[in-house]
């Protein structure tokens, strides 16, 4: 299985970026990066995803490194409900339709 | 309709029992996933649906439980004989194609979840 590492936690101060490390050195060539979020007591939403360029769109930013052995999610500037969850996800190769979450980044925002 | 839908959203039962849990997905999806999350824990997949087949199911913990879905719509999770470690969140999401990562643009859209309390 493709799989991802990142830290257990990380904090940040309001209105400060935020940059969210993975490293999935073992990822496939044409494996998309997705990243998800889980607030609490939700069920994990969709935030980005990225191939080879790096990506923007309103909520975030990813940064893919040239060899796609790692990635980061890049928050502009951290609010009070980004505190969350964060999850960088790889394809299963055993099964096409499988989808492995790791155990996630946990984000602490603070005011 | 606009999201998927879970229910019930809590549900408390005694050892034994047996429960079903069900999920509404995004109308017009045709993959449809589970996925089990105990407390302080990450998602542990449980099985997928393209259409109404399940090709893999080893990702059910047991063989108490099931799954089916009918109509390429409603999915319903069957776990018999309910024992304590069952307890957990019991998330189900849904994408307009699976969601291999082949295809960027197939992202999940998960309900709130069933949170079940076995005593």
Redesign the interface.
């Known amino acids: 299985d493709a799989k991802t590492t990142q830290p257990n936690s990380m904090e940040s101060n309001e209105e400060e970026p935020v940059h969210l490390p993975c490293n999935h050195s073992t990822i496939s060539g044409?494996?998309?990066i997705?990243w998800?979020r889980q607030l609490p007591s939700?069920?994990?939403?969709?935030v980005i995803?990225?191939?080879t360029s790096n990506v923007n769109n309103r909520m975030a930013s990813l940064a893919i490194a040239e060899d796609r052995k790692s990635s980061t999610l890049i928050l502009h500037r951290a609010t009070l409900r980004d505190a969350a969850v964060y999850?960088c996800i790889?394809?299963?190769e055993g099964?096409?339709?499988?989808?492995?979450?790791?155990?996630?980044t946990k984000l602490s925002v603070k005011p | 309709g606009a999201g998927?839908s879970q229910s019930p959203s809590n549900k408390v039962t005694e050892k034994g029992k047996d429960v079903e849990l069900r999920c509404d997905p995004i109308s017009g999806h045709t993959?449809l996933?589970w996925?089990r999350q105990r407390l302080g824990?990450?998602?542990e997949?449980l099985i997928?649906f393209?259409g109404n087949s399940a090709?893999?199911k080893?990702?059910l913990p047991s063989d108490r439980f099931s799954a089916e879905r009918t109509g390429e719509s409603v999915s319903t999770l069957t776990i018999q004989r309910t024992q304590q470690e069952d307890s957990a969140v019991y998330?189900c999401?849904s994408s307009l194609f699976?969601?291999?990562?082949?295809?960027?643009a197939n992202?999940?859209?998960?309900?709130?979840?069933s949170r079940l309390t076995v005593l």
């Not at chain 1, 099964?95 to 996630?104: H, P, T």
């Open positions: 044409t494996d998309y997705h998800y939700q069920g994990p939403e969709y995803h990225g191939l999850y790889l394809r299963d099964s096409q339709g499988n989808l492995i979450f790791g155990k996630g | 998927v993959a996933y996925y824990q990450g998602l997949f997928y393209q090709p893999d080893s990702g998330l999401a699976l969601a291999t990562m082949y295809s960027g992202v999940l859209t998960f309900g709130a979840g």
